[in-house]
């Protein structure tokens, strides 16, 4: 994995129907690294991490990537981006096909404790084991970053555990990661911290 890409977040403001959300953000960030943004609800966690990803454009300031492409990105919002229709398996195998991999391991399913569901609708999973499902993904596609918001929404400590080592090894391999969070979080990889306050 190339680790010469960089971020660069210069007195970033948000303001979304006449009401500022957050203002002057400011933080860089490197390959290997983990930022963690925390704050109440409503503070702009989501927001922040949309503009980021390219979603929304931001009010002032400027955001500078330097080394990664969109493609490079997985973005994870509330939403889990699973197909109900589908099962496990075939989520899986989709995400994979238009990522553009041919055959993906299926192994990931019993480390996320999913093995036993793989044939079964997504419809019919609990709101945690969605949020499994989508996070498997991250284990499946290879790339160099990672946008994260509330990703330990509905997991159970044991998956959480999981995920948490799954961020460290992705920083040890290279990669950038993103996450939001209300909960503290700590890890053994580098991490920033940035604290949106409720305006």
Request: hydrophobic share 40%; net charge positive.
């Amino acid at each position: 994995m190339n680790t010469a890409f960089t971020l660069q977040v210069t007195h970033v403001s948000c303001i979304r129907q006449q009401r500022v959300v957050f203002e002057n953000v400011c933080f860089h960030l490197q390959a290997g690294e983990i930022l963690l943004v925390e704050g109440p609800n409503g503070s702009g966690k989501s927001s922040l991490l949309r503009l980021l990803a390219g979603l929304s454009t931001p009010t002032s300031g400027t955001i500078t990537w330097q080394g990664v492409s969109r493609e490079e990105l997985h973005y994870l919002g509330h939403l889990n981006g699973i197909k109900l229709g589908l099962t496990v398996k075939e989520n899986l195998r989709l995400a994979a096909y238009l990522a553009g991999q041919d055959d993906v391991s299926l192994t990931v399913l019993s480390r996320l404790q999913l093995d036993s569901y793989q044939n079964t609708p997504a419809r019919y999973l609990s709101a945690g084991q969605k949020r499994r499902v989508a996070l498997a993904k991250l284990f499946l596609i290879p790339k160099k970053l990672w946008i994260l918001d509330e990703p330990f929404t509905a997991l159970d400590v044991s998956t959480q555990a999981i995920m948490l080592a799954r961020l460290e090894e992705h920083a040890q391999q290279g990669g950038m990661s993103i996450i939001s969070s209300h909960h503290p979080i700590t890890c053994q990889a580098p991490m920033q911290r940035v604290r949106l306050a409720s305006c």
